[in-house]
């Protein structure tokens, strides 16, 4: 389990970066590694050149910048659990890369590489679906945003040129009140999940005035349950309006495998949409 | 030596050490092994590196069954840094590997050749190895070798018709029968007969530290040195030199820190093999480091059984007869320890019971998936879950209490020893001493029992799905026939221990020490114990089958009294004394009336004993002896498991949330080790019961190759543990009274997690296999 | 490809600064036990998984299989062979590890004192819940755990009181 031969280069810019994505043929880029090493050593990635990006200092870092949260690709999801806006302001960003990996992969992996890597059972694919993040990518063409949603094209297949990178994203901080909760079930603690629901929901008038839902490792790419969220507006909350937008995950047509069988998707999916909604009304502000 | 000091093969009894702690012996003292070891000083296998060594990589079947039609090898061999690639061609005069254990006749066309030669029977199986100057050149160049195989439909199943393994021998080899009793009247008569059908996953030990073995040749001294051995050191030696056509002498075996063995590290595998041949033929050191993937298909694997089991019972829930046919899905090979594991299984499945009648058949099948073996508590952690499924099954059949139905069977004090007309491992089951109704009330006191069903009770009433289980084991341990320990005190006063064992991890040295230096009367940590070389000592059993405190514990006890004879002897003379009067304390003769009084340390008796000291003119110079330990009895230490469960009815998944280990083991000589090995052995079985399997797919692709795909469990999984170690029932087999205490921890937690889960179900007989998945549990709550 | 690309690296261990010239592809676990001869440093899994290779990059626990050695030029890493002191006398947490019989076979060891070093230095009064989740990414295959908890437990009372 060595990895392969291959060239490596270390730029010490955004632009040297871009200039080497685009001139280096099979080409990838080394973020935080928690991924690609592994892929590497198990020598299902042969590229003939790394560029690691870790000696870019501009990639890296978290800004407050009016009513957003601007986050570098290379920042390190450790940086990211703990800075204190993520904990005040978006606590389901928190409570999501809580529960990715472990400490150790945690100090060292970096949100943009998980964003990229987009397994489909990634916390933090699930957690930047829901909260609408708003991708910024560089290329040689200049610079572009992108929606999250819009960012997985399929299977571990995100929206990027050959010669593109991401670069950071963009969470809104919330305006209204809303609560939030982040779950998932995984065999063991740290494991990728199985299957992650993360639901926010904006009350109103002691109703539930709005409601987003979004699963993770359904799909090759993260699902909105929209037909729920649509149903759950202006309900009442409670065990009955959560049971029936559960009850919606009975139209999924999840992955199927001999470990996970496509049922047993469906029925975890039901499981944790239900108690997210939950959770998330319980941390409604309802005043 | 003197002639008190002369080799003993006689099984004179030994004085037997008195019950109770003594002064060292009974005490929770920390480990001589430790210091290394948390400082990053260990010796591992991949720790040992010699100059010019060439790294070795093997290259393995991508297939689970088909003809092997040729290799290509020529691009591996161009690359620059490969010294040579091998294929069976190169190494056709090196006969497969044989068996060292359980040798049931007509196995032989079974035993695995150190590469494939025709065909190709399990996924990960050697095809060539490539030797090259590091191991990243070697993974490259494995990479370029091609096998072109032609692919045969995969045999996955143990319980279909045997298919051909080789024309004239079937995948079925042999099948193992046991019976006594009258088996059909039992049944004919039976008030009640219950039938189950239950099946134990295929996992095994996977230890944290993969295999290594690290092979040099010494043209200097006609001398071949294997490093990375573990756990049958004398007899792998010995095996190696035969397969090499070398004299014993010229090949040596050398154990140094080891990172786990739990059955599957230490048997004689193709790799050890490789580096030998390799280093003979290459003149230079070869060093072979397993990676993960590879461990996960190349490491034995165990457990896999499939049971069809009934039992008659008259109307009290007594058992009358026992009929048991189960399936063992051996894999592509037999390996070194043949039919063991299904030998084991028929010999111990009626654990605690009174069992008037017992039939047994363990069909022993090929299939294609990696070679199975022993894995802590072998052929009991299938039985154990089996059997106490059973008594479950008996106590809903019959309306009865599941702890009462226990208790209804279980042998008593009164009926030791117990001898059942069965063998096992070519022994007679006799179990030797214990207190089976005794230690189930101690732990069902100790877990609040009658209180906990209350407690169930009512937060099922609360709508919690939560459950208790229990499981009932017997061990066996201290396998014979022999050990032998040599103990000799230097001018210091310093203690060298030469033990024919092993050690895996588990605190052989500290055991060792502990047992020495009561006998002796030193500090246990002025004894330095050697383990693992075969050129120390010429003989040696190693470390397995929960057998080295019994067996070399017992010679070591015999060992440090003779020479605490020969020096209390000595002394008496140079003190003027009788020496019957004098006593060692300390590491110091001293007089029994003022043992206060330090009279001489030992190291100044070992002086005088010393080869120029006038005393010992026409006598054999040194203070030290050899001991020998024999039995032909295995000593069985017993337990009982319970635990608590709670269900997850959203998800399926089970919670164990608190759990209890009892296990007798007659005396235990370090309870800190002991608490440790059942804790340890405890998440095994927890890994075991819930979390871990090795896959396949159709085709017979192993699914379960990484730690990402095995799930061992994580701290985050274990439940509080409580532990009786119980000293109640100490072995008359052997000086110490004690019996092993490496299995009991994992024996019962897929029986009792099992009726724990089923209990919380509230559906007896629920579970019929393990692990129990948290989809299994989710169908069966829509059910 | 064919030649193999090398490097020259140089970062400090353990506080001295140490220089090699290496494949690039090489890890810095390989290069720590093979270069350094620093083979206190266990691979178990080599993908990241096991965490007996973890080692402090600047102070932060980190797997060692999962970096590339070229990618600790400039760092500070320590090994579990840099945790006692300059004397030799053993860290509170490797003496605490002895004393309550947190290991076995020693493998997982090191990853699991590097882990908490960096773990007590962020909270130096744990609970036993908290011990539990940041050593859940340290497999260990001989203890069944509850002997670490104990020692950490009892390994940062001494380091408050120290």
Known sequence: ?287 | ?783 | MSAEPVRTVAFGVNGETREATIPVRRTLGDVLRHDFGLTGTHLGCEHGVCGACTVLLDGRAVRACLMLAVQAEGHEIRTVEGLADAAGALHPLQQAFCDHHGLQCGFCTPGMLTTLVEFLADCPDPTAAQVRVAISGNLCRCTGYESIVAAVLDAAARMRAA
């Open chain 1, 1 to 287: 389990m060595k990895p392969p031969v291959f060239e490596y280069h270390r730029p010490a810019s955004l632009t040297e970066a871009v200039d080497m994505l685009g001139g280096l043929e099979n080409a990838r880029l080394l973020a935080g590694g928690q991924s690609l090493m592994p892929m590497l050593a198990m020598r299902f990635a042969f590229p003939d050149h790394l560029i690691d990006l870790n000696r870019i200092p501009a990639l890296a870092g978290i800004a407050e910048d009016g009513g957003t949260l601007r986050v570098g690709a290379m920042t390190r999801q450790r940086d990211l659990l703990d800075h204190p806006v993520v904990r005040a302001r978006l606590p389901m960003l928190a409570e999501a890369l809580e529960q990715v990996g472990h400490r150790q992969t945690r100090n060292r992996g970096t949100v943009g590489g998980s964003l990229c890597h987009l397994d489909p059972a990634a916390e933090l694919v699930a957690v930047a679906t829901a909260l609408d993040a708003e991708l910024e990518i560089a290329g040689p063409r200049g610079a572009r945003t992108l929606p999250m949603a819009a960012f997985p094209l399929g299977f571990m297949t995100p929206a990027l040129e050959p010669d593109e990178l991401l670069t950071g994203l963009r969470f809104a901080l919330p305006a209204l009140p809303q609560g939030a909760c982040f779950t998932e079930f995984a065999r063991r603690h740290g494991d990728y999940a199985i299957v992650s629901a993360a639901a926010i929901l904006w009350p109103r008038d002691g109703r539930i005035g709005r409601a987003s839902i979004t699963l993770g490792g359904v799909g090759p790419v993260p699902v909105r349950l929209e037909a729920a969220e649509a149903a759950l507006a202006g309900q009442r909350a409670d065990a009955e309006s959560f049971a029936a937008a559960a009850a919606c995950c009975g139209a999924l047509d999840p992955m199927d495998d001999a470990q996970v069988p496509a049922w047993y998707r469906r029925r975890l999916a039901a499981t944790l949409v239900r108690r997210a909604l939950t959770t998330a009304w319980e941390r409604a502000d309802v005043r």
């Open chain 2, 1 to 783: 030596m003197s002639a008190a000091g002369e080799k003993d093969y006689q099984a004179s009894p030994s004085p037997r050490l008195a019950p109770g702690a003594g002064r060292v012996v009974g005490q929770r003292v920390t480990r001589l092994e430790d210091a290394p070891l948390v400082r990053g000083d260990g010796m591992f296998a991949a720790d040992v590196s010699f100059p010019r060594q060439l790294a070795m990589r093997v290259v393995r079947s991508p297939i689970a069954h088909g003809r092997l039609l040729s290799i290509d090898t020529a691009a591996a061999r161009a690359l620059p840094g490969v010294h040579a690639v091998w294929t069976a061609a190169d190494v056709a005069d090196i006969p497969p590997i044989p068996f060292r254990a359980t040798k049931v006749r007509g196995l032989e066309p079974y035993c695995q050749p150190i590469l494939a030669a025709g065909r190709v029977r399990y996924a990960g199986e050697p095809l060539a190895v490539v030797f090259a100057d590091d191991a990243y050149l070697a993974e490259d160049a494995a990479d370029l070798v091609v096998p072109d195989i032609e692919e045969l439909p995969p045999v996955l199943d143990a319980t279909a018709e045997p298919a051909e393994f080789l024309p004239g021998h079937s995948t079925e080899p042999t099948v193992v029968r046991k019976e006594y009793g009258d088996v059909a009247a039992a049944f004919r008569d039976a008030h009640a007969i219950v039938e189950l059908a239950l099946s134990v996953g295929r996992h095994s030990g996977v230890p944290l530290e993969t295999r290594g073995a690290i092979a040099r040749y010494d043209a200097s001294r006609d001398l071949l040195e294997l490093h990375g051995a573990a756990k049958k050191q004398h007899w792998n030696r010995d095996e190696i030199a035969r397969l090499l056509g070398r004299p014993p002498a010229g090949v040596h075996l050398f154990e140094g820190h080891v990172g786990g063995g739990f059955g599957v590290r230490g048997e004689l595998y193709p790799e050890d093999l490789l580096v030998c041949l390799a280093a003979l033929r290459l003149r230079r050191p070869v060093k072979w480091i397993e990676d993960r993937r590879e461990h996960m298909v190349a490491t034995n694997h165990s457990r896999q059984q499939h049971h069809r089991i009934r039992a008659a019972v008259d109307g009290q829930g007594r058992l009358l007869a026992i009929d048991d046919v189960f399936f063992h899905d051996q894999g592509g090979y037999v390996r070194t320890h043949g039919a063991r594991v299904v030998d084991l299984a028929a010999g111990m499945l009626p654990g605690p019971y009174r069992l008037p009648a017992y039939r047994v058949a363990g069909h022993f099948r090929l299939t294609n998936k990696t070679p199975a073996a022993t894995y802590r508590a072998p052929g009991r952690f299938e039985t154990t879950f089996v059997r106490e499924r059973v008594m479950d099954a008996i106590a809903a059949r019959l309306g009865l209490d599941r702890v009462e139905v226990r208790r209804r069977n279980l042998v008593t004090p009164a009926e030791m020893p117990h001898a059942r007309p069965l063998d096992t491992l070519g022994t007679a089951v006799v179990l030797d001493s214990g207190d089976y109704p005794g230690l189930l009330d101690t732990a069902l006191d100790r877990f609040g029992w009658t209180a906990l069903q209350a407690d169930l009770a009512r937060r099922r009433g609360a709508g919690e799905c939560v459950g208790a289980g229990i499981g009932f084991f017997v061990e066996k341990s201290g396998l014979g026939p022999s050990d032998g320990v040599r103990i000799a005190v230097d001018k210091t006063g310093g203690v060298e221990l030469i033990s024919g064992a092993a050690s895996v991890g588990q605190g052989v040295e500290t055991v060792l020490a502990q047992i020495c230096a009561e006998a002796l009367g030193i500090d246990y940590r002025r004894v330095r114990v050697v383990r693992g070389r075969t050129d120390r000592i010429e003989f040696g059993n190693g470390a397995h089958a929960s057998r080295v405190t019994v067996m070399s514990g017992s010679a070591t006890y015999r060992a440090a009294l003779a020479v605490r004879a020969m020096a209390l002897e000595t002394a008496a003379g140079l003190l003027q004394a009788a020496a019957s009067e004098l006593s060692i304390v300390d590491g110091h003769v001293v007089r029994l009336a003022d043992p206060g009084a330090p009279l001489m340390p030992l190291g100044e008796v070992a002086r005088h004993m010393g080869p120029d000291s006038a005393l010992m003119v026409g006598r054999t110079p040194g203070l030290s002896a050899e001991r020998w330990f024999h039995s032909a009895h295995m000593t069985y230490p017993y337990g009982v498991h319970l635990a608590v469960v709670r269900i997850d009815r959203g998800t399926g998944e089970v919670r164990v949330e608190r759990y209890l280990v009892a296990n007798d083991i007659g005396r235990a000589i370090n309870p800190m080790l002991v608490e440790g090995q059942l804790a340890g052995g405890f998440v095994q079985g927890l890994g075991g019961a819930l979390f871990e399997e090795f896959r396949y797919d159709e085709t017979g692709q192993p699914l379960s190759t990484t730690f990402a795909d095995y799930l061992i469990p994580t701290l985050a999984e274990v439940p509080p543990l409580d532990l009786i170690v119980s000293e109640q029932a100490p072995s008359p087999l052997n000086p110490l009274g004690v019996k092993g205490a490496g299995e009991g921890g994992t024996n019962g937690v897929g029986a009792a997690i099992a009726s724990a889960v089923d209990d919380a179900l509230r559906r007896p007989g629920a579970v019929v296999s393990l692990p129990i998945l948290p989809r299994t549990v989710h169908a069966l709550l829509r059910t």
